[in-house]
């Protein structure tokens, strides 16, 4: 018998994907230092504990937006 995918339910909350500065800018397609420049301007949240900042890769997701192309 197959799996079925769980279709997840928008309105619970998601489970947030913690991600170093190296990997969200790997997730992005950046460098680390653009990533740095981006939470400067205020582009991305970081989120710090101490020394450490992580990015939750899923508000990274939810702010990409569609630019371009045709309308169909």
Excluded: C
């Excluded at 190296?22 to 710090?48: C, F, I, N, P």
């Amino acid at each position: 018998m197959a799996s079925r995918r769980k279709i997840p339910d928008p309105a619970l909350p998601r489970p947030r994907r913690w991600a170093s500065k190296q990997k969200t800018a790997e997730h992005l397609g950046v460098s680390e230092h653009t990533v740095g420049y981006m939470v400067a301007d205020g582009r991305l949240t970081g989120y710090r504990l101490g020394r450490t900042i992580r990015f939750d890769l899923n508000e990274i997701d939810d702010a990409m937006v569609a630019f371009g192309g045709s309308v169909s």
